[in-house]
Every structure is written in C-alpha cells, then in structure tokens.
C-alpha cells in the first residue's frame, strides 16, 4: 500500500514539535472533528508521514516531520467525565472517537510560515492555504510534501 501524506496541526503552547522529539511519541487525543476522525480511522496507516503544523503561533507553519507509528485506535479522552473531550455518546463498545500514534519526529533547520507556503506557487492548491480551511488533519500530495520537506532543509 502506498504511503500517504498528511498535515497535523497542534497548537504549539498544548503540544509542540518540541514536546514530541522529548516524548518520542504520542496519541493525537482529542480530534473532534468527524472529517478529521474518519482520515485516522479509515485512511491513516503506519509508515504515512506528517508535517507537524504549529497553528494559533506567531507565525503559524510548519516545524518538522513525524510519522504515524501506530493506527487508529478509541480515544480514551472520551470516556473519561473529567476530561474536556468527554463524549456522553461513547460507549466502550461503541467508540465514537478515534486517534493514531503519532512519532519519529524530526524538526526542520527552517521553519517554513504559512506566509512562506503562500510565496510558493507551486504549492497554491494545499488545503492549508485555502480561506476557511480549519481542518486538524489535512491530506497532502506527496509533491507538495517533497517541496516542504526540502524547504525545511531535510
């Protein structure tokens, strides 16, 4: 099966790339979002590599590259009351929501801004770029992953 290309965003003050290269890997929890859900479950699998993407950060962009490490499996957070992504429409037998592993992260020499990823014509067709765009979890092509990558200085 052909290895997929994605962007995930994280905030970078609740968790950044530096948070992962120290933790090594993590759980994307909390995705709540059913588009972005069904890209974990349905399309997502170990080896797809990502573009880790600081969002609400000035400036916002790319800082480095992971990979998916396991597949989708239930998100805990929804099962647990005290926690903000709680969901009273989980069952332990019927998950609601989903999350991959996320790990093997490697930080860019250069941080690439989105300003920097709208300079780029050959990149004007990501979803990233386009007006309204919110989505957590976003396909990418593998040419424009290519570029990003090489952009980054990796």
């Known amino acids: 099966m052909a290895k997929k ?61 992971a990979q998916i490490t396991r597949a989708a499996e239930p998100d805990a957070l929804q099962f647990q009351k005290s926690s903000e992504y709680f969901d009273p429409k989980a069952k332990k037998d019927q998950p609601v929501w989903y999350c991959v592993q996320v790990g093997g992260a490697k930080k860019f020499k250069n941080f690439i801004s989105l300003e920097d990823l ?29 570029l990003i990558k090489k952009l980054g200085g990796l």
Do not use: C
Request: charge should be positive; charged fraction near 30%; proline fraction near 4%.
């Open 5 to 65: 290309h994605w962007l995930m965003k994280s905030e970078p003050d609740v968790y950044s790339l530096d948070h992962l290269l120290k933790d090594k890997t993590t759980w994307w929890e909390g995705v709540r979002n059913y588009q972005a859900r069904n890209f974990m479950m349905k399309e997502m699998s170990v080896g797809d590599e990502v573009l880790f993407y600081h969002s609400n950060a000035e400036p916002p962009g790319v800082a480095g590259l």
């Open 118 to 146: 709208r300079r780029h014509k050959d990149l004007q067709d990501m979803l990233v770029l386009k007006r309204g765009q919110r989505l957590s979890i976003q396909p990418v092509t593998k040419k424009d992953f290519d």
